[in-house]
C-alpha cells in the first residue's frame, strides 16, 4: 500500500462534502463532528484493540493501513482482512459486545474513533446518518464475502492476482495510481490472508514477475498486464 503521508481524500475525521451530500444541515455536520469523529494516531505494530477486549467504539481508517487477525488455541495467527483509508473497523463487536479479532497497524496510520452510542444517538436521530453507516458496514460484508468466493475457487495465482486486483481498485477510488503499489504488509501475512505457505507467495510473486504481468522491486509492485492478472484472477468454470 502507498505510503500516506499527505491525507488521502476520504474519509476525514470532518467529512464536511460527504455528510453535506446527504443533506444535513451546517448545524447537524458540527453536532456530527464533535461527537462521533475523534482522530488517533497508530504506530506501526501498535494494537488498536485486541480479542475480548471491550466494544465501545468504531474506526475508521484516515491513513495508513491495518491488519485484522485472530489466534488459535495455540497462539497462531490468522490474517482475515487488511484495512485501508475510508475502511471500518471494529463493526464485529457490536454483537457480543466484545472484540473478536484484534486489528494492528501494518505502518504509521491514523484512524477516527466514533464512540459507538454516540454513533447510534444520531443514527436515530438522523434518518441519512443511519443510511450511511448502513452503507458503510454493507462495503464490509460485501468484501468479505468476495474474499470468501476467491479462496474458495482459485489457485495460488488467482489469489495472489486477484488480491493485488482488489487492492488496487480500493486504492485508486481513493485517488492513487491504478497501476502500481506499495506494499505495507508483509509477504507472510499476505500468505496468511490467502491460506498460502510463505514460499508460495514468493514463487507466486516471482513466476507473475518472470511472465511479465507485473514488476517486482522489493514492496513496490507495478501491474504491467492488467488484462492477464484479471484473467488469472477470474474462476474458470467446472
Not at 447537524?28 to 475523534?38: A, D, G, P, T, W
Not at 489469489?159 to 488496487?168: D, G, S
Not at 508460495?200 to 522489493?218: E, M, Y
Request: net charge positive.
Amino acid at each position: 500500500m502507498p505510503k500516506t503521508s499527505a491525507t488521502p481524500p476520504f474519509p476525514r475525521c470532518i467529512p464536511s462534502e460527504l455528510f453535506g451530500a446527504i443533506g444535513l444541515t451546517a448545524k447537524e455536520l458540527e453536532r456530527v463532528q464533535k461527537l462521533i469523529f475523534v482522530p488517533r494516531s497508530v504506530k506501526k505494530g501498535e494494537r488498536l484493540f485486541r480479542h475480548g477486549q471491550p466494544f465501545q467504539d468504531i474506526y475508521a481508517v484516515r491513513s495508513g493501513g491495518f491488519k485484522s487477525c485472530i489466534r488459535s488455541s495455540q497462539g497462531r495467527e490468522q490474517v482475515i482482512g487488511f484495512h485501508l483509508p475510508g475502511d471500518l473497523l471494529g463493526l464485529q463487536g457490536i454483537a457480543s459486545e466484545r472484540h473478536t479479532c484484534e486489528v494492528s497497524a501494518i505502518e504509521d496510520a491514523e484512524v477516527c474513533t466514533m464512540p459507538f452510542e454516540h454513533v447510534e444517538s444520531l443514527a436515530r436521530e438522523l434518518p441519512s446518518v443511519q443510511h450511511l453507516f448502513y452503507q458503510w458496514m454493507s462495503n464490509e460484508i460485501l468484501r468479505e464475502s468476495q474474499a470468501i468466493i476467491m479462496l474458495g475457487s482459485l489457485r495460488a495465482e488467482g489469489r495472489v492476482a486477484a488480491f493485488l486486483l482488489n487492492l488496487l481498485e480500493r486504492l485508486k477510488a481513493l485517488g492513487y495510481s491504478g497501476s502500481e503499489l506499495v506494499l505495507g504488509m508483509t509477504r507472510a501475512d499476505i500468505g496468511s490472508y490467502l491460506g498460502l505457505k510463505l514460499e508460495t507467495v514468493s514463487r507466486v510473486f516471482s513466476k507473475l514477475s518472470t511472465s511479465q504481468l507485473i514488476s517486482v522491486d522489493n514492496r513496490n509492485v507495478r501491474v504491467l498486464r492488467h488484462e492477464a492478472l484479471v484473467e488469472l484472477a477470474t474462476p474458470q468454470p467446472l
